[in-house]
């Protein structure tokens, strides 16, 4: 008596059962074989599509199965190149070889969500782009997104809350020990998208921290000048440009002087020297000397000595001098070798 398919009519063959089935028979056969299948980048409707026609399934002939592998190898042996996922595929496949600001416009205008798991975008990204989202959504979603990232990240932004919100989202982690899964991801999904809708900018610093940077490598009459025009146009913007400016004269208020011999190693000793001499001719003597009081007494020394020599700067060669020694420690500051001490508030 002939062996009849159980879980199928006994008149069903490979020929006549559905894609879903065959699915189904070829992802059982790989895994029975022990061979590494990953299904995470299918749909969540495919996934359980595909899980219940597996869990309706019982036994299948060695003829039906063979039939559907064939059939398989036979599809796969016909594709030259596959292009996957649609305009979705296409952007994750180009991800890093497009223009990235082109890229999230065409996701935007074509309604793609990114794949992936969610948590693993709002994992990767910087704090300051997560902090609005403690502040602004509910204590329940803050508490979950906290409970998802890192200790340290989570303690970097609970830092960065006022001390009520912080203790209201810490109490509301203790609650999150009966949130399901899915509402997780649900979660994720959500903050994911919110975060992603967030649009690229062109500049990646604020406008005082590029209006800063320019005037710290202008001449110091330029920079006077310029400032003095913003206090007429918008006194609160020049006020935080100040700020934002590192200059020859902020040396003393804002290098640690354990820092000194560091910097002074990378500037050679010759522009050094006309970088000294010309700030205590205009005014900068209190940089001068936290310099040279920070470095060994026979290294001040014989730089005073050469001071003297020197002579007079001229004014171009001074200023040159001066932005060699700021460019120095701006580099050792953007390489983390260097920590500006912070700037005292205005009283």
Known sequence: MPETNIGFPASVMAPTITRQQKAAIIVQLLKTEGGELSL??????????????????????????????DEFIAELDGIGLSFIGGLEGALNT???????????????????????????????????????????????????????????KAAELLGLLPGERARRITYAVSQTSGVTPDAVQRIG????????????????????????A????????????????????????????????????NIPARIDPRDVPKITRGVDQAVLVTALAA?????????TEFILGNISKRMAEGMRDEIKELGKVKEADGEDAMSAVVAEIRELEASGEVFFVAAEEDE
């Open 214 to 249: 320019i005037l710290n490598f202008s001449p110091a009459k330029t920079r006077d000048d310029v400032l003095a025009g913003l206090d007429e146009e918008d006194e609160t913007f020049a006020n935080l440009v100040r700020k934002a400016i590192f200059t020859f004269a």
């Open 94 to 152: 180009l991800d890093g070889s497009i223009d990235p600001q082109m890229a999230e416009r065409l996701r935007r205008e074509g309604g793609v969500k990114r794949g992936g798991d969610p948590w693993e975008r709002v994992m990767g990204l910087e704090a300051e782009r997560l902090l609005p989202v403690l502040e602004q959504e509910s204590v329940e979603v803050a508490a979950v997104m906290l409970s998802k990232l890192s200790v340290s």
């Open 189 to 212: 999904q959500s903050l994911a998208t919110q975060l992603d809708s967030v649009p690229l900018l062109a500049f990646t610093d604020g406008p005082i921290e590029r209006v800063g």
């Open 40 to 69: 995470t980048d299918m749909t969540e409707e495919m996934q359980q599509a595909l899980t219940l026609q597996m869990g309706a399934m019982r036994s299948v002939t060695r003829e039906t199965v063979a039939a559907v592998v």
């Open 279 to 287: 700030a205590s001719a205009v005014g900068f003597e209190e940089s």
